[in-house]
């Protein structure tokens, strides 16, 4: 096996203890999304938007916050593909339970100026992650139990066209998240890359 090859994340994610496309499903599917990426191509740390289309799933186009900054990110979604993503989240491994509560979380979502109803997720039991070397979630491409909890959005697919995301929450004690995102749905047909 070439060196380089190595320190990707794996071909395919953990199997899930939950159905793939419920809530919590989402939710463990989008942390195992983030840490397919190295540290090079954290989706969380990216600066412009240009590892947002890395590891995607094919049937929803995730989004992600920021680690505290604000940051404008562009990408071109697949057409028919939903969004999905956390105003506000967090994540603990290893986890034998569920994913602790933050009493004081708010955020709010914005698609093209309207406000998007928010879902507060968690879940029930620990799914595995088992991501790149130097990951965003666990940093070890070992096998982790973790949980995630958040206030998460669910947009159906956009029309084709630019759109603007705009994302953002926090703990409640001080820690915020800020991500605006211009989005063209549909259009050229890039290859990007996939689990």
């Known amino acids: 096996m070439p060196f380089l090859s190595r320190s990707r994340g794996p071909e395919t ?35 412009d938007g240009r590892h947002a289309a890395a590891n995607q799933p094919d ?50 979502v914005h698609v093209d100026g309207v406000a998007q109803q928010l879902q507060e997720i968690g879940t029930p039991v620990p799914f595995v992650v088992a991501g ?16 995630a909890w958040g206030l998460w959005s669910h947009v159906a697919p956009l029309a084709p066209g630019a759109h603007e995301v705009h994302l953002g929450g926090g703990d409640g004690y001080g820690f915020e998240v800020e991500a605006r995102y211009r989005l063209v749905v549909g259009g050229a047909s890039p290859v990007y890359p996939t689990r």
């Open 13 to 47: 994610p953990a199997p899930l203890p939950y159905d793939s496309a419920s809530p919590e499903g989402l939710a463990a599917r989008w942390v195992q999304w983030v840490a397919a990426a190295g540290p090079l191509a954290n989706p969380v740390e990216d600066e």
């Open 59 to 108: 049937d929803v186009w995730f989004l992600a916050g920021t680690s505290g900054r604000p940051l404008q990110r562009s990408c071109i979604v697949p057409e028919g593909r939903p969004l999905f993503f956390p105003a506000f989240n967090m994540w603990e491994y290893p986890s034998e339970g569920p994913a602790p509560v933050v009493d004081r979380a708010y955020g709010a």
């Open 132 to 147: 790149a070397r130097l990951n965003g979630v666990t940093r070890s491409k070992r096998p982790v139990p973790t949980t």
